[in-house]
């Protein structure tokens, strides 16, 4: 057996794996282990966000853990290896590759080490330093830099130049100096890295996470002067470019008719904030996009007076058989709407656009918008239409509960027919919701306030809201979505219709 095979079968790599439908990546939010840990198979080493929930990753082997291979905060591709644990943490140090039989040619000398995805295996083959292109970079930086200080710089308009700097040898400590910020110099150098050492056919040479970081960042990685090994651009180059491209320039005070004073001027770039779009907010965006654009939008609204529904809230919580249950007028909002569901059944569908056809939901999974630190979560209550009002505020309250702890399943995002958005918590009078995908139907209830209203031919303050009603126009005509809404706010204006409709 050779010693990387021996190394193989001991130390096992946990991959990224896909924890939803056919997700692509995932962040790690927070890693519960490090390096020199012992871990037992199911034992939860790490935290993910993928764009539909927060999930939490079991190791699948015993072991001590050898390495973590990304930092938290890093977005890591499914497939891609996260963790490798040490299967024999008691056989004492891994044996040493170099004993196995060479795989591959030697690379041959001059040639580029490049990373591990991207091309050959580094060898041990020494390289000269390109001397020319850093030479012809110094002087081009010395001729500008003596354009700006108004003097000429050595070398140019026939003064002579001074002695070439000797070439840097790759590896050594002053190749490894990071640039100063804005200038693409390392310090004390006066020249800047070559451009050729930093990539490999015009591709920059970085890792998976980094290129992820320029790419957040706005970055281009081709102008990033690299300082890692190799030519290899690190996150703290990344982070240098972004900070010089944002940083203001210092200029010499130039006294101008009307100008604001020295030190008056406002600088908008430190008063601007860029927050990257991924996650759940990258999720919604797109998916609230695809929907405005795909389905036919109709909302329609109506006002109602409420104040039997409050009553009955207070009745409720007196109520034996509701004790230890969250009762609140979005249980009866959620109950009064799955009664005008099953009075209307035709609305509970979908769009089949592959097949063009309409497909009736003999089930209603109902969906409740929450909003939660790590944005906009729509999970659902399967089966929400068999379910008894305790069920259902059973039900209610884990779903909120697990979605603002950020703890939702993507099983619990998938699947929904018809959603509730509770915009009245806001204070909110009303909106125009725009539909989850793949649902028929979203009902925005608003703020319950006391208002004057006619009630008995005579002027009282009553409790009302505004109901709101968006549905898909291709399979929900005005009519059936007219019946939809109506009865909703005709079970909220007199709720002993859940006992005779319901």
Request: glycine letters at 10%; charged letters at 20%; hydrophobic letters at 45%.
């Amino acid at each position: 057996m050779t010693a990387r095979t021996a190394n193989d079968q001991r130390f096992r790599e946990f991959k990224m794996p896909d924890v939803g439908e056919g997700l692509t990546e995932a962040e790690i939010l927070k890693w519960y282990v490090a390096a020199g840990d012992t871990v037992a198979d199911g034992q939860v080493v790490c935290e993910v966000e993928t764009a539909k929930a927060a999930v939490e990753l079991p190791i699948p082997f015993d072991g001590v853990v050898h390495e973590l291979r990304f930092p938290e905060g890093t977005t890591v591709d499914v497939g891609q290896v996260i963790i490798s644990v040490d299967t024999q943490p008691g056989a004492g140090p891994a044996a040493p590759e170099q004993a196995a039989a060479p795989e591959e040619p030697e690379e041959p000398q001059g040639r580029q080490a490049v990373l591990v995805g991207y091309g050959a295996a580094p060898s041990s083959t020494k390289r000269r330093a390109r001397k020319q292109p850093a030479q012809q970079a110094s002087s081009v930086a010395a001729a500008v830099q003596g354009e700006l200080n108004g003097h000429t710089a050595p070398g140019v308009a026939g003064v002579p130049a001074a002695a070439e700097p000797a070439p840097i040898a790759p590896g050594t400590a002053a190749e490894k100096i990071s640039p100063v910020p804005g200038t693409g110099q390392a310090p004390g150098t006066g020249q800047a890295p070559a451009a050729g050492q930093a990539s490999i056919s015009g591709r920059p040479l970085a890792k998976p996470p980094v290129r992820k970081l320029a790419k957040d960042l706005g970055v281009d990685l081709a102008s990033v002067v690299p300082s890692g090994a190799d030519g290899i651009v690190t996150r703290e180059d990344v982070h240098a470019a972004a900070s010089a491209a944002t940083a203001p320039v210092a200029e010499e005070p130039v006294a101008v008719a009307g100008a604001p004073a020295a030190g008056a001027a406002t600088d908008f770039a430190a008063r601007e904030t860029r927050i990257p779009v991924k996650g759940v907010r990258k999720a919604t965006a797109q998916a609230m996009v695809a929907s405005a654009f795909t389905a036919p939008h109709v909302t329609e609204f109506v006002t109602v007076d409420v104040s039997r529904t409050m009553k009955l809230v207070q009745k409720l919580k007196a109520d034996p058989d509701m004790a230890g249950l969250r009762v609140n007028p979005l249980l009866l909002v959620a109950k009064a709407f799955l009664v005008a569901i099953k009075r209307n059944p035709d609305v509970n569908a979908s769009w089949d656009e592959e097949n063009q056809e309409i497909v009736r939901k003999g089930y209603v999974n109902l969906g409740i918008a929450a909003a939660t630190p790590r944005g906009l979560l729509v999970p659902n209550i399967k089966d929400a239409g068999a379910k008894t009002l305790p069920e259902l505020s059973t039900a209610l309250s884990e779903l909120v509960a697990t979605a603002r702890d950020g703890r939702t399943s993507p099983a619990d995002m998938s699947g929904g027919t018809v959603t509730i958005t509770n915009v009245g918590v806001f204070g909110v009078d009303t909106g125009t919701p725009i539909l989850n995908p793949g649902e028929s139907a979203i009902l925005a209830v608003g703020a319950i306030k006391l208002q004057p209203w006619v009630h008995k031919g005579k002027v009282k303050p009553r409790h009302v809201t505004t109901l709101a009603l968006s549905f898909d126009h291709r399979l929900v005509d005005g009519e059936l979505g007219s019946k939809v809404l109506a009865d909703t706010a005709a079970v909220l204006e007199n709720p002993q219709r859940l006992i005779t409709w319901g």
